[in-house]
């Protein structure tokens, strides 16, 4: 296990689109403890692989809620339903100094596989599921200043802002 280099902004690789994983293997393991590594030691609440610079459709997210899941890894994830809208401030750790106000839906039906590539369904409400949008978007290479309705500057020393 290891804490990777996180690519920031303007790095062309957050704006490429992450190839599906056809098998799950050593290496994809490896990929999945360092990306929780990586998360956890940036104090993210999500990681999505582009953000270690490899390209492939591997998310992690800890919401570190006291009533939320704890670690969840999904590999090649795909949202099936999708219900509601709701907004809220967003952050990401590879545009650090930034945060902006961003529609997301209020619900997701999200269908992946787990590191033992076993299929799994996992709805999510609120603030998990605008991780998972914010994940999913990464995979996509795109990131939530596209999609946010105002950015704003924020001071990254007193940034204790949970970033994706
Ligand atoms: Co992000």
Redesign the pocket.
């Known amino acids: 296990m290891a804490i990777k280099k996180i690519v920031y902004v303007p790095d062309p690789i957050l704006r490429k689109k992450s190839k599906p994983v056809p098998d799950i293997n050593s290496n994809i393991h490896k990929l999945l403890d360092n990306m929780a590594d990586t998360m956890y030691d940036a104090g993210g609440v999500g990681l999505a692989a582009p953000?270690i610079g490899i390209l492939k459709r591997v998310i992690v997210i800890d919401t570190r809620e006291e009533e939320g899941p704890g670690l969840i890894e999904m590999i090649n994830p795909e949202i099936l339903e999708a219900r509601g809208t709701q907004s809220g401030p967003e952050g990401?750790?590879?545009i650090p100094g930034l945060n902006g106000e961003v529609e997301r839906r209020a619900y997701i039906k999200v269908r992946g596989l787990n590191r033992d590539g076993d299929e799994v369904i996992m709805e999510a409400e609120d603030f998990l599921a605008t991780v998972f949008q914010?994940e999913i978007d990464?995979l996509e290479g795109i990131l939530?200043t596209d999609k946010a309705k105002t950015v704003y500057q924020i001071d990254p020393e007193k940034d204790d802002d949970q970033d994706?």
């Open positions: 953000q990401c750790l590879s914010h990464h939530f994706e």
